[in-house]
């Protein structure tokens, strides 16, 4: 089993930056797809972004896109979301998990498993 911890959130104006980075212990993630979700309270987890193991391949939500980064350092066994320009809206807890049921679609969030403990965005306007 993977063990993830999400770090980075913090409290920041609206149009600037955060970078959050989750790292895994326990064993590599470097054969998994990883995700980045976020969740306000009262409302379902919302995909953010992905990368694919093979190739690391990209998938942003549109909401996101443009403003966004996802990137992954094997060696390090860690993820990063680098956030710009952001936006009130953008206020949520995120977290981080690795992909563990290929047969369902890379944006949704059942097809994922170890999930961090998450970290707390906040954007104020």
């Known amino acids: 089993q993977v063990q993830l911890v999400e770090s980075g959130g913090d409290l920041v104006q609206a149009g600037g930056s955060l970078r959050l980075s989750c790292v895994a212990s326990?064993?590599?993630?470097?054969?998994?797809?990883m995700g980045w979700f976020r969740q306000v309270p009262g409302k379902e987890r919302e995909f953010v972004a992905a990368?694919?193991?093979?190739?690391?391949?990209?998938y942003y939500a549109n909401s996101v896109k443009g403003r966004f980064t996802i990137s992954r350092d094997n060696a390090k066994n860690a993820v990063y979301l680098q956030m710009n320009s952001l936006k009130p809206e953008d206020t949520a807890v995120y977290y981080c998990?690795?992909?563990?049921?290929?047969?369902?679609?890379?944006?949704?969030?059942?097809?994922?498993?170890?999930w961090g403990q998450g970290t707390q965005v906040t954007v104020s306007s």
């Open positions: 998990a690795r992909r563990r049921l290929m047969s369902v679609s890379i944006y949704d969030h059942t097809a994922y498993g170890d």
């Open positions: 326990g064993r590599s993630f470097n054969s998994n797809d």
């Open positions: 990368i694919r193991w093979i190739a690391s391949s990209t």
